[in-house]
């Protein structure tokens, strides 16, 4: 009688200790969590350093593997084409496997395929892989990177609370433009003096490095602080994430909301040759202005609205203010071409404009996932975080492929209207009520 009731009572204290950590009482926040959060940017941006900088080595790559420009958009596209059809599943995964396993996994074998690749598929004399083994393997690492984005997003929503999780999440997605800008940066010089199995190799060092860092530093987080969370609509009603309106009518939102930022990322540069006649130096300091302001404002963002509790509105409000520059950018295109005696001042114009719209349309995703996570509760964080990159990648692989039409028929007006178009679609997509029970 004296044990059960010595048991009885370990319980009960260790009950109320638990319900201490998930209240935030006395306990406060690990402090651990900041090693979670930077091995999320590490993971993100060790796979953007390969989703944007093996783009930026295009001109090297179309050289030494003799790609034709159709055989080169393929093989460009290939990898975000495999994160848009594999994240649902990796999110799903997460859910039932755990982030550690699946950051484990994807980590470890992107930087294998990686190896395999510097190894296999580099151009050597008398060996040049072809177009549609290049752009499977690309392919594959997109399906095997796309793992990355849902399980660190789950590991950073698991060791954050609700009043520091915008902000958290929004510094994991700045990793995607700084990665994005740092592999740019580097790998076409390492194209150009090494080639590419010193491309690849690095690309897979990095995967491999942040490989341990995940296996020392990503463990289960608190589980009273995680399960704290779950009171959220989709887990009070029973309702799984995928039956959620609210979650349909984000990541529809999302996928909109992308198309003007891909528009910027991937046909900036040909834009301001175009219509501003800039050189490459002025190109370059305008994508990277672009980088850069969207880098410091996603992190801002995701502080801003952790202090006011407003992340729906402030989604919206991205999403008009987005379009008005849109609109306001193609009007300076029409109007350059109308009164080409006033084109220094228009060409400063339409570069203002053109980098205000990209930073602008860039802000918005960490603050657009943490909503999904909170929508959606953390037992189902992996799921929608999957889902709404499925959304987002597949505007990435889409929007290139359309906007060359949209240009043939329209001029850079009409594709800047179009992506204004799309920017006000997510502002009537996004959901105006918050749930209430993740408020």
């Known amino acids: 009688m004296t044990t059960t009731t010595e048991e009885r009572g370990r319980r009960a204290s260790l009950r109320n200790i638990a319900d201490d950590a998930a209240c935030g009482a006395s306990a406060g926040p690990d ?20 989703l944007t900088g093996l783009p930026a080595t295009a001109v090297s ?14 093989v460009i596209g290939a990898m975000g084409l495999g994160v848009a059809v594999s994240e649902l599943l990796w999110g799903m995964l997460t859910d039932r496997w755990g982030d550690r396993k699946v950051l484990l996994t994807g980590l470890g074998l992107t930087g294998l395929v990686l190896a395999l690749m510097a190894l296999l598929l580099s151009p050597a004399p008398g ?10 393997a690309f392919l594959l690492v997109g399906m095997i990177g796309g793992s990355l984005n849902g399980s660190s997003g789950r590991a950073v929503m698991a060791w954050f609370g609700e009043g520091e999780r915008g902000f958290a999440m929004s510094v994991r997605q700045m990793a995607l433009p700084a990665g994005g800008a740092a592999g740019a940066l580097i790998l076409p010089p390492l194209a150009d003096g090494v080639g590419f199995q010193g491309v690849y190799g690095t690309l897979a060092a990095l995967c491999l490095i942040t490989t341990g860092l995940v296996w020392l530093w990503v463990g289960d987080p608190p589980v009273t602080a995680a399960r704290s969370q779950a009171g959220t609509a989709s887990e009070l009603s029973g309702k799984g994430p995928l039956r959620n309106g609210q979650v349909w009518k984000t990541v529809f939102g999302v996928g909109a909301l992308c198309i003007p930022q891909v528009a910027v990322v991937t046909f900036a540069a040909i834009f301001l040759n175009d219509v501003g006649h800039l050189g490459t130096a002025a190109v370059s300091a305008s994508i990277v202005s672009i980088q850069l302001g969207a880098a410091v404002v996603r992190v801002w963002s995701g502080h801003f609205t952790d202090r006011h509790r407003n992340r729906r509105p402030f989604l919206k409000a991205c999403a008009l203010l987005t379009a008005a520059v849109y609109c306001v950018l193609a009007g300076c ?12 001042a228009i060409v400063a114009a339409v570069v203002v404009a053109l980098v205000a719209g990209g930073i602008v349309a860039s802000s918005w995703h960490g603050i657009a996932f943490t909503e999904l996570a909170s929508i959606a509760g953390i037992a189902h964080t992996g799921t929608v975080l999957g889902l709404g990159n499925t959304f987002a990648f597949g505007a990435y692989f889409l929007a290139p492929l359309a906007i060359p039409h949209v240009l043939e028929r329209a001029s850079w007006s009409g594709v800047w209207l179009a992506a204004a178009v799309a920017a006000l679609a997510a502002f009537l997509l996004f959901p105006k009520v918050a749930p209430a029970a993740g408020r």
Do not use: I, Q, T
Request: a neutral charge; glycine letters at 14%.
């Open 31 to 50: 402090p651990h969590r900041w090693k979670v959060l930077g091995v999320g940017v590490a993971a993100n941006g060790s796979f953007a350093a390969a």
């Open 61 to 74: 790559m179309r050289a030494d593997y003799g790609l034709a420009a159709a055989e080169l958009g393929l």
């Open 127 to 136: 060996r040049v892989p072809s177009a549609m083994l290049l752009a499977g």
């Open 333 to 344: 295109v029409a109007l350059e071409s109308a009164l080409p005696e006033c084109g220094g």
